[in-house]
């Protein structure tokens, strides 16, 4: 969203997310998705951060369906307040979420087809540890997940890159080509200030 797209929509299911595009004016639409890593065929990109660049997406629409995470994301898009989050946009994330002084707080990772992502615990972990040492408030920490999740921000915040590259989605993606780019790109804490927001059901800008 920093490259200046007016908006994403995030599907779960592919046919969905076809029709919906088909709809749009192809001039101000980028079709986006990946399966197990892969660009899906016929789509227009996959999911690497380095290929939305500004001369392909400004102000356009971007239908978009991984294997993982905007499943989640459609879980929960009926609450009030839904964000996305990853390490690079961590402290932005973490300032909106604590202004708007909230009792609870949910942190989904979107995980590896429904088992446990080593990368989506680690910036959990990032995410709390943030919240945790610069907002004067009594945080409770309500599951063992979290606790998990923090302990493995300690042991890896020196080298986040490493654990990237050492997560079974890593080693998945280093099995399909070079990917060291995106990695470092993945890998980089706190250098983006953009809130993706959920403004409508699906639909996320930057705000």
Request: hydrophobic fraction near 40%.
């Amino acid at each position: 969203m920093k490259n200046g797209a007016d908006s994403i929509q995030v599907f779960s299911d592919l046919d969905l997310l076809k029709d919906s595009a088909e709809r749009w004016d192809a001039n101000k639409r980028l079709i986006l998705g990946e399966r197990g890593g892969k660009k899906i065929n016929g789509f227009d990109l996959g999911n690497s951060p380095l290929s939305v660049t500004k001369e392909k997406v400004r102000g356009k629409r971007l239908f978009m369906s991984t294997t993982n995470g905007t499943k989640s994301f459609k879980k929960v898009e009926n609450v009030k307040y839904l964000f996305a989050m990853a390490l690079p946009n961590r402290k932005v994330v973490a300032e909106r979420i604590m202004s708007l002084s909230k009792k609870n707080v949910l942190i989904l990772g979107s995980g590896w087809e429904g088992s446990y992502s080593l990368e989506d615990s680690l910036a959990a972990g990032a995410l709390a540890v943030y919240i945790i040492e610069n907002f004067n408030y009594e945080v409770n920490i309500s599951n063992d997940e979290l606790q998990a999740s923090l302990a493995l921000w300690n042991e890896w915040k020196d080298d986040i890159l490493g654990c990237l590259k050492i997560a079974t989605h890593g080693k998945r993606l280093t099995s399909l080509g070079d990917y060291e780019d995106d990695f470092r790109c993945c890998s980089e804490l706190d250098c983006l200030d953009i809130v993706p927001t959920q403004v409508e059901r699906g639909v996320i800008r930057a705000s």
